[in-house]
């Protein structure tokens, strides 16, 4: 597969009311989102957005409920249309297409998971996975033979013939995964894909996304409320609050410096073993010589696993080749796991 | 100024509107007329054809055939046993050939009533306005008592099967026409927005989504249609539709009770065999939605 394209946000706002283009000076200008609520009635959904999204990897939203989340993922198909800003996906800007362009760019290039998984419930499985390509006017015969590959690789494998309400809410949600991956499209979008789903399943469904995307590479933007799926899923992970981006980075920045109060107050009961690198904790200063080995790039729980078992008390990190980069010692690696009290 | 009497428009003046709206539909009529008759033959052909049919073939089979067609929709035994009883009866006591005329008028009717009321109900759902527009004249249609607008029909058209037809036409179809404009109202927008975002046209959405989801809603609206139909029968027979109606003007007439009775529970046994049938056809093409996962 070729090299996945990426997704660039740029100054993205959207204000809902009767003058939001009006409006976007004022916000610009330091009104309020509450301001501008009271004294104008006009809606502030996004703020000034900004993201790099990254090809082929996972781009993580998070926000609680009313940080426009869901607003901007139906940016970057243009199921709600901004009031001023940027989409860009190779060079392209999707909030510039003409009507067709974008049906178009919806049909190849797009495909989306959603919270409530809307799935077409007069149509069987195999009718719903199709359904993409059926709009695209893929023959009949290939469509469903696309589309079976994946009922398989979602786990779906004679259920083809059953309607969605004759099944459970997790095997409809891979329903709407595997409609979405039969499109073939290079971006998946996953507004809330999991959050109806009990925890089991929802643990369950993250593991089929995670494998997936080791072979596929897709762009994914996946939005969510829960920092655990964040931090499990994202490459890369933006955090929205009342419309506004409030910090962005990799899992382990956000943990390890939160930006602000609000998002120390979210990273406080996360399970650091699983965010923190053996890297960031290691001492670079210094190598062992023999020892036990645990390669770069690992989280520290992986690494907690090896001193338990072993019952060393340090360990050697070392790159893929096998030369040493530096040295984990126990103490290091518990107190790195657990939440400092200043927090 | 007297309080006790409204202060009407004169009666000359009264009298002038009359004419002048009398005589320009009557010029309308004469210059029209003619044209409007001619556009709608090729419904009279049909009507007369079907009409012919179901009397000139031998009963065994159209009432093999009509029981035939009840079972392929209702595959339900009691229903099919039920309308074969009926009809059975009805030939019995002499209606069966009313009996065929009618069923033929109200299925041209219907069919005619579900070929313009879809459209038309499409049109509402996709534009607030045309609704807003819509709206009022169903009331119209629905509320105007069926004689009034039986005058200008009979005017254009006179008596026969065709002003019938438009009559019974009128006074069924806003069913058809709000409840497909409601079902469609009413499918779940989450589902539209997944069309949207897998690139459907509008015209892919209505098709594979619109239509299917709202189709129990304008199954209602198909039923209510043909009952609608089925009661104006009667009113229609006054300008000159034959079938059941007809009988019961004369019993009403003459004071017939046994026959006015008898007429009545022919339209009585029809309308049921109709709505059962199509009722159950419609519970059966939505049979995905019983199965509910427990």
Same mark, same amino acid.
């Given at each position: 597969m070729a090299e996945a394209t990426g997704i660039e946000i740029k100054s993205l706002y959207k204000i809902f009311g009767p003058n939001g283009a009006e409006m976007v000076q004022k916000i610009k200008d330091g009104m309020s989102k509450a301001e501008l609520n009271e004294q104008f009635?006009?809606? !502030?959904?996004?703020?000034?957005i900004n993201i790099s999204m990254p090809g082929g990897k996972i781009q993580v939203v998070m926000g609680l409920s009313g940080s426009g989340k869901s607003t901007l993922i139906r940016h970057i198909n243009r199921l709600i249309d901004p009031t001023a800003g940027e989409v860009l996906y190779g060079g392209e800007d999707v909030c510039q297409m003409s009507e067709k362009e974008l049906r178009e760019f919806r049909r190849h290039k797009t495909a989306m998971v959603f919270q409530k998984f809307a799935? !077409?419930?007069?149509?069987?499985v195999m009718k719903n996975t199709v359904y993409g390509l059926e709009i695209q006017g893929v023959p009949m015969k290939e469509a469903e033979e696309r589309a079976a590959r994946w009922i398989d690789r979602v786990g779906l494998?004679?259920?083809?013939?059953?309607?969605?309400?004759?099944?459970s809410g997790g095997m409809q949600q891979r329903v709407g995964l595997a409609r979405a991956l039969t499109n073939d499209a290079d971006i998946l979008l996953m507004?809330?894909?999991?959050?109806?789903?009990?925890p089991l399943i929802r643990m369950d469904m993250q593991t089929v996304l995670l494998d997936l995307q080791e072979e596929l590479h897709k762009t994914i933007v996946f939005i969510t409320h829960d920092l655990d799926e964040a931090l499990r899923l994202g490459d890369k992970i933006a955090i929205l609050r009342d419309g506004a981006v409030i910090q962005q980075g990799t899992g382990q920045d956000i943990v390890l410096n939160p930006a602000d109060a609000y998002i120390a107050d979210f990273v406080k009961?996360?399970?650091?073993g699983r965010v923190i690198l053996v890297d960031t904790v290691m001492d670079r200063t210094r190598t062992l010589e023999g020892g036990l080995t645990v390669s770069s790039g690992i989280m520290l729980e992986e690494a907690a696993k090896t001193f338990a078992e072993s019952g060393e008390g340090e360990l050697s990190v070392v790159n893929g080749d096998g030369a040493p980069l530096g040295v984990l010692n126990i103490q290091d690696a518990i107190t790195a796991m657990v939440t400092p009290a200043t927090h | 100024m007297d309080w006790i009497e409204f202060p009407s428009l004169s009666r000359g003046t009264l009298r002038d509107i009359r004419v002048t709206i009398d005589g320009g539909f009557r010029e309308f009529t004469r210059t029209y007329g003619e044209m409007l008759e001619r556009a709608t033959e090729p419904l009279e052909d049909f009507l007369v054809f079907l009409e012919h049919l179901l009397i000139e073939s031998p009963w065994p089979i159209v009432l093999v055939v009509l029981v035939g067609i009840v079972f392929l929709m209702s595959r339900n035994v009691k229903i099919t046993a039920g309308s074969f009883v009926a009809l059975v009866l009805i030939g019995v006591f002499g209606m069966w050939e009313d009996t065929m005329r009618t069923i033929a008028m109200v299925t041209v009717c219907t069919m005619l009533a579900i070929f313009l009321g879809i459209p038309i109900g499409i049109l509402m759902a996709r534009s607030d306005k045309f609704q807003s527009i819509v709206n009022p004249v169903l009331d119209l249609m629905q509320t105007m008592p069926a004689f009034v607008y039986l005058i200008p029909v009979v005017m254009i058209? +006179? $008596? =026969?099967k065709v002003p019938g037809l438009i009559a019974i036409v009128i006074y069924a179809i806003p069913p058809m026409i709000r409840l497909t404009n409601l079902g469609i109202r009413l499918v779940d927008p989450d589902v539209l927005e997944a069309a949207d975002a897998f690139g459907s046209s509008a015209r892919q959405k209505l098709v594979n989504v619109q239509l299917p989801l709202a189709l129990p809603t304008i199954m209602a609206g198909i039923n209510q249609t043909i009952m609608m139909a089925l009661a104006m029968v009667v009113v229609a027979a006054l300008i +000159?539709?034959? +079938? $059941? =109606?007809q009988p019961v003007l004369n019993a009403i007439a003459n004071q017939y009770f046994t026959m006015g009775v008898m007429n009545g529970l022919a339209i009585v046994a029809i309308a049921i065999i109709f709505d059962r049938a199509t009722q159950a056809y419609g519970k059966r093409l939505q049979k995905h939605s019983e199965v509910i996962h427990g």
């Open positions: 009635n006009h809606v !502030l959904g996004l703020n000034d799935l !077409l419930p007069h149509r069987t494998s004679g259920f083809e013939d059953h309607y969605p309400n004759q099944l507004d809330e894909a999991f959050s109806a789903l009990d009961e996360v399970n650091r | 058209f +006179g $008596l =026969g +000159g539709v034959k +079938g $059941l =109606g």
